[in-house]
């Protein structure tokens, strides 16, 4: 059975949610961003109660079709940006449609629908945080990274940090409390 969970958007995340179901006496066959595969099918009892546990944790059983499907893209988006090694040749909506089969305009319609924001919104946010990552890591440069995010110049890059954050990337990388926003939260 596939359940499938929501707020799950990194790798210590897949190691909590496969720690709560084992606890929970389920042994999953994968647990990957947004979803878990267990071996055998849950009555609604126990969907409801494995829910509680999850949502400890900030985490959320989703079972409605729509939901999934935007907890779908936030995860392919995230997992491209965060714990790809090299970001796709092709661009976003290029990729959402084709792992989709969907057109574009309708994933983006119901992305804005759903979350408040467009999904090239979402994908600027992600960019960003991840560029704060690359930043406090400080083992690139900003052209360096400018060209693993796929920017099309520094100048794009600092103007959207700017933009996003209120501060140069640069003035990021001076401020003692780098002001990282988990994942999760975004």
């Known amino acids: 059975m596939k359940l ?39 009555s609604a009892e126990e969907k409801e109660l494995l829910n509680v546990r999850l949502q400890n944790f900030g985490f959320e059983l989703i079972d409605d079709k729509k939901t999934r499907l935007i907890e779908s893209i936030k995860n392919t988006v995230v997992e491209l940006i965060h714990n790809s090694a090299e970001l796709p040749k092709m661009t976003f909506s290029e990729h959402l449609s084709e792992k989709f089969h969907q057109d574009y305009s309708a994933l983006s319609k119901l992305f804005s629908e759903v979350q408040g924001v467009t999904i090239e919104q ?59 926003i988990p994942l999760d939260k975004l």
Not at 13 to 41: D, I, Q, Y
Request: glycine share 4%.
């Open 122 to 180: 979402y994908v600027i946010t992600q960019k960003i945080e991840k560029v704060k990552e690359l930043l406090v890591y400080d083992e690139l440069s900003l052209s360096e990274i400018a060209h693993q995010l796929h920017y099309s110049s520094v100048s794009h890059l600092s103007k959207q940090f700017k933009k996003v954050t209120g501060l140069t990337p640069t003035h990021f990388k001076q401020v003692k409390e780098n002001k990282r």
């Open 4 to 42: 499938f969970i929501k707020n799950m958007v990194c790798n210590r995340c897949n190691m909590m949610v496969r720690s709560e179901l084992e606890k929970f006496g389920l042994h999953p066959l994968t647990v990957e961003l947004g979803m878990a595969e267990v071996e055998r099918e849950l």
